[in-house]
């Protein structure tokens, strides 16, 4: 091959093989699949559940948190989609950066991940029963958070295509949903209700801050995390390899203008911004109470509700499937315990791992039921782990293509990959302290985890190396 088109092309028409791996998932998504996987793991209606705490955080501009957030995931969304073209394997960041640099530098990035892929169901499955459990009281917490769990694993079980065809039903329905909001929500701002028509939410002189606007992103990156996710089904992808990356791009760019659109409606019926941006949102219902300001009882309910459904069903489903592929990977590569790469031949999906990722998220989600601040300091170990994972991505870029391809695309392996490192720097920098904490902390591990693996004997893969270098050098000619 001497382009990296004809790279792309046949990418994934020919299988892994030639870096060393046996193809054993079943390739069956097409490009639009890819697409509606991203959108339904962001969640189109996902700042429902946040926009409260975005809403303090940025001093009522949540649409420009929104917005910063977007740029942040755009430029890496670029990086994924240039090493997804180099390497179409599953793994993410972990098979990304472990290539492009080097092997423990790609298990650190995978470990760091593992914070958003591991933990995210369970504060899914949380987030959805406290939702259900306000509105059905009946039925005890626990009991909802098993169903969820129950559901999403034998969905996930059941194959990859069945996964693919129920995330699109979820996806029309929350849309719809989203569509009633947007429509009510506009006739009542119209109406003069809330604050009345004003753009006050994009950009406020009494209230801006840049510092506090790229903390509030800091959250708002919570509702995009979901779009890498694509990345882990490279193996999977009927298409040429290149559909990765623009699935990725695509997804981003739909649900960032309807995150914009919708907490920008939100902000505009939000009947006491000042109160609002003072006291916080400590029991996560701003939005509803916004959307019941422009359409009633109903209303609340139907967002409370629908927020509950694509958060705990949909959204759940679609990253316990993810998170089973991350592990998957990991574990072939001998970087985890090998049972977690078993497929099942009858299904052809990571078996194993995806029966982990339910006990985990059962296990952990329960115990969080007793904690009074559990949701929130598993969202600051998510974003952390993810941003954190996002960087490193950024730099595999750079070393891969500039540094070892000698590439002279500056803007797409240099000029991008450097702004969304430095935006992501900035990010975190300004996020909470607890997150800062944690997150640090889980990457002193990683890091000592990473120390003994090598010394071990396990970072290596010749066969699989030389076979990636000689390809994705192929891949680079001609540039």
């Not at 990156?221 to 298409?239: K, P, Q, Y």
Request: proline share 4%; glycine share 8%; hydrophobic share 60%.
């Amino acid at each position: 091959m001497s382009t990296s088109t004809s790279h792309g092309e046949r990418g994934s028409a020919e299988g892994i093989e030639r870096f060393g791996y046996k193809q054993e998932l079943k390739r069956t998504l097409s490009f639009t699949d890819l697409v509606v996987y991203g959108l339904i793991f962001m969640v189109p209606i996902a700042p429902f559940a946040i926009f409260g705490g975005v809403f303090s955080g940025s001093g009522g501009m949540v649409p420009l948190a929104y917005i910063i957030a977007l740029a942040a995931m755009m430029f890496s969304a670029n990086s994924y989609a240039q090493m997804a073209q180099a390497f179409p394997m599953a793994g993410s960041v972990f098979t990304y950066a472990g290539r492009g640099i080097a092997r423990p530098v790609g298990f650190v990035a995978g470990w760091m991940i593992l914070l958003d892929y591991i933990l995210i169901p369970c504060l899914l499955y949380l987030a959805a029963a406290l939702a259900m459990a306000g509105i059905v009281p009946q039925v005890p917490l626990w009991a909802w958070l098993v169903a969820f769990v129950v559901l999403n694993t034998v969905i996930n079980y059941m194959g990859i295509q069945l996964t693919a065809l129920v995330t699109k039903i979820m996806l029309v329905l929350e849309l719809l949903v989203l569509a009633i909001f947007l429509v009510i929500g506009f006739v009542a701002v119209a109406q003069g209700r809330g604050q009345g028509f004003s753009f006050d939410a994009f950009f406020n002189a009494d209230t801006f801050s840049l510092p506090l606007l790229f903390g509030a992103a800091s959250l708002a990156v919570l509702s995009f995390l979901g779009f890498d996710a694509i990345s882990t089904l490279a193996e999977e992808n009927a298409g040429p390899s290149k559909s990765i990356g623009k699935a990725m791009i695509g997804a981003l760019i739909v649900v960032g203008v309807l995150f914009v659109v919708q907490t920008w409606v939100a902000s505009m019926l939000v009947e006491d911004p000042a109160a609002l941006i003072a006291n916080g949102d400590p029991t996560g219902t701003a939005f509803y109470e916004a959307a019941g300001n422009a359409g009633g009882t109903f209303m609340f309910i139907l967002t409370a509700a629908s927020t509950a459904i694509a958060w705990g069903f949909a959204n759940a489903l679609v990253a316990q499937a993810a998170t089973s592929r991350l592990l998957f990977a990991m574990a072939r590569d001998r970087q985890l315990p090998k049972f977690l790469s078993k497929v099942s031949d009858k299904h052809q999906v990571p078996v194993n791992a995806t029966f982990v990722v339910a006990v985990v998220s059962l296990i952990l989600g329960i115990y969080l039921t007793f904690l009074p601040d559990g949701l929130v300091a598993i969202s600051a170990l998510v974003n952390f782990g993810a941003l954190t994972a996002f960087l490193l991505l950024n730099a595999s870029v750079v070393w891969w293509f500039i540094v070892k391809q000698k590439s002279r695309r500056w803007l797409v392996h240099l000029v991008f990959p450097v702004l969304g490192f430095l935006i992501l720097a900035v990010v975190l920098y300004n996020a909470r302290a607890s997150a800062q904490i944690l997150g640090v902390a889980w990457l002193i591990i990683g890091i000592i985890v990473a120390v003994v693996l090598y010394r071990s004997g396990r970072m290596t893969d010749p066969l699989a190396t030389d076979r990636a270098d000689g390809a994705a050098s192929r891949s680079v000619g001609g540039r």
